[in-house]
């Protein structure tokens, strides 16, 4: 492996002119699918795992504004290009698709200009960070829908559990009528390590000269590695428990139930456990009036896993219950000949991975297209939105803003 040199000395030159669009290449069912990975971390390697027990892919390149995660992930890829700039990964032509697994703030851009450049694109949860990098992401997605295919990765929605639930809401009046969701996701941590914190990445390697800092924090910050490695702090980069919890939850009811946007979002909490510098909250509570007239509620802590991480969507004649199991549970007052049932399908960690390739071998749409992402990161913004506010917002449909 070059110095750092070999990474960020491409970056000080810069990159000349616009990424030119090569059409996506129509792929056979024994096609091999080339992708590149742009954000190597930990989710990036997670993701990279997905694609080599994946049928008939291979990552070729990966992108990273930071050298010494590039070299670990070519380690698990020998042979594969490695670029300091995501720009110079789209330059390859001979990539078919892209992952994206950067902090939210950094999806926007990487997104819109792989689109421009003819590749497909995985694109991990939240699908935006802001309003503004979300319609702009639409837009982008737009011109290019009829030829690239857009999976957003909220893996829940290639689970198993989808057709247990679609087993369970047939007959249409088995359940009733649906008045509400009620979502939680409760963990905890040994005392000594706060939720998401990461001290041993804080080496002597994070540094200014192996990190490409100005490609990370937009807003002129000194250097920060505390930042850079704990990003899901700070508001800046992300929205907390919201974009990194909830949105997962949401996303798979939302696909089920062909949930729309939120008519208003409340959100309360704040940091009551762990006071170690993060800006999002440890505890919090959300409530979304949903206009198919049923309320959905999510809570989560950091400091109490009894309540785990469960679902139970609430209606008159029965209620489906999702942990590791679905379960449903008749309202004996309403349904007294109904048995309890328990839901069979099983599904495989790569499924959703797999399910994007499939989806790009066959130009189908995908478990998580774009629409769906993007109903569910309008919902999470508008509850951050109601945090930073302090009181309820509602969403205008006809300017598609949140007020």
């Given at each position: 492996?070059?110095?750092?040199?070999?990474?960020?000395?491409?970056?000080?030159?810069?990159?000349?002119?616009?990424?030119?669009?090569?059409?996506?290449?129509?792929?056979?069912?024994?096609?091999?699918?080339?992708?590149?990975?742009?954000?190597?971390?930990?989710?990036g390697?997670?993701?990279?795992?997905?694609?080599?027990?994946?049928?008939n892919?291979?990552?070729?390149?990966?992108?990273?504004i930071?050298?010494?995660?590039?070299?670990?992930?070519?380690?698990?890829?020998?042979?594969?290009?490695?670029?300091?700039?995501?720009?110079?990964?789209?330059?390859?032509?001979?990539?078919?698709?892209?992952?994206?697994?950067?902090?939210?703030?950094?999806?926007?851009?990487?997104?819109?200009?792989?689109?421009?450049?003819?590749?497909?694109v995985?694109?991990?949860?939240?699908?935006?960070?802001?309003?503004?990098?979300?319609?702009?992401?639409?837009?982008?997605?737009?011109?290019?829908?009829?030829?690239?295919?857009?999976?957003?990765?909220?893996?829940?929605?290639?689970?198993?559990?989808?057709?247990?639930?679609?087993?369970?809401?047939?007959?249409?009046?088995?359940?009733?009528?649906?008045?509400?969701?009620?979502?939680?996701?409760?963990?905890?941590?040994?005392?000594?390590?706060?939720?998401?914190?990461?001290?041993?990445?804080?080496?002597?390697?994070?540094?200014?000269?192996?990190?490409?800092w100005?490609?990370?924090?937009?807003?002129?910050?000194?250097?920060?590695?505390?930042r850079?490695?704990?990003?899901?702090?700070?508001?800046?980069?992300?929205?907390?428990?919201?974009?990194?919890?909830?949105?997962?939850?949401?996303?798979?009811?939302?696909?089920?139930?062909?949930?729309?946007?939120?008519?208003?979002?409340?959100?309360?909490?704040?940091?009551?456990?762990?006071?170690?510098?993060r800006?999002?909250?440890?505890?919090?509570?959300?409530?979304?009036?949903?206009?198919?007239?049923?309320?959905?509620?999510w809570?989560?802590?950091?400091?109490?896993?009894?309540?785990?991480?469960?679902?139970?969507?609430?209606?008159?004649?029965?209620?489906i219950?999702?942990?590791?199991?679905v379960r449903?549970?008749?309202?004996?007052?309403?349904?007294?000949?109904?048995?309890?049932?328990?839901?069979?399908?099983?599904?495989?960690?790569?499924?959703?991975?797999?399910?994007?390739?499939?989806?790009?071998?066959a130009?189908?749409?995908?478990?998580?297209?774009?629409?769906?992402?993007w109903?569910?990161?309008?919902?999470?913004l508008?509850a951050?939105?109601?945090?930073?506010?302090?009181?309820?917002?509602?969403?205008?449909?006809?300017?598609?803003?949140?007020?």
């Open positions: 492996m070059d110095s750092r040199r070999h990474f960020l000395g491409k970056v000080a030159s810069g990159l000349a002119g616009t990424l030119a669009s090569v059409p996506a290449r129509a792929l056979g069912a024994n096609d091999r699918i080339r992708l590149g990975i742009i954000g190597a971390g930990d989710r390697l997670e993701l990279l795992n997905q694609i080599r027990v994946s049928e892919a291979e990552v070729a390149a990966f992108a990273d930071y050298t010494k995660r590039l070299e670990k992930a070519v380690g698990f890829a020998p042979g594969a290009a490695s670029y300091a700039d995501y720009r110079q990964l789209l330059e390859d032509d001979s990539l078919d698709a892209v992952v994206i697994a950067t902090p939210p703030h950094l999806h926007a851009e990487p997104f819109c200009d792989a689109l421009d450049a003819g590749r497909h995985y694109l991990e949860k939240t699908l935006a960070h802001t309003l503004d990098d979300a319609k702009r992401m639409r837009a982008a997605f737009a011109k290019h829908r009829n030829r690239q295919i857009v999976q957003v990765g909220h893996q829940a929605c290639s689970f198993g559990h989808m057709a247990d639930v679609a087993q369970f809401l047939t007959p249409a009046d088995r359940v009733g009528k649906i008045s509400a969701l009620v979502m939680r996701n409760y963990r905890n941590t040994p005392r000594h390590k706060p939720q998401w914190a990461r001290p041993a990445l804080l080496t002597a390697d994070v540094n200014p000269q192996n990190v490409a100005n490609n990370f924090d937009r807003g002129g910050r000194a250097f920060d590695a505390n850079l490695i704990h990003w899901r702090y700070f508001w800046e980069y992300a929205g907390g428990g919201v974009s990194e919890n909830m949105s997962q939850q949401l996303a798979f009811w939302y696909r089920a139930l062909g949930l729309q946007i939120p008519r208003a979002a409340t959100m309360s909490g704040g940091i009551y456990l762990w006071n170690d510098g800006e999002t909250p440890d505890t919090m509570d959300v409530a979304l009036d949903q206009p198919e007239h049923m309320l959905v509620s809570s989560s802590g950091f400091g109490n896993n009894q309540l785990g991480v469960t679902e139970d969507l609430l209606g008159s004649h029965g209620t219950s999702r942990g590791n199991h449903y549970t008749p309202q004996k007052v309403n349904r007294p000949e109904d048995a309890e049932r328990m839901g069979r399908a099983s599904h495989l960690p790569q499924a959703h991975m797999q399910n994007f390739l499939d989806a790009i071998r130009h189908r749409e995908p478990n998580c297209p774009f629409e769906a992402g109903r569910v990161t309008v919902a999470c508008m951050v939105e109601s945090y930073h506010a302090g009181r309820t917002v509602r969403w205008n449909a006809e300017t598609e803003e949140i007020v």
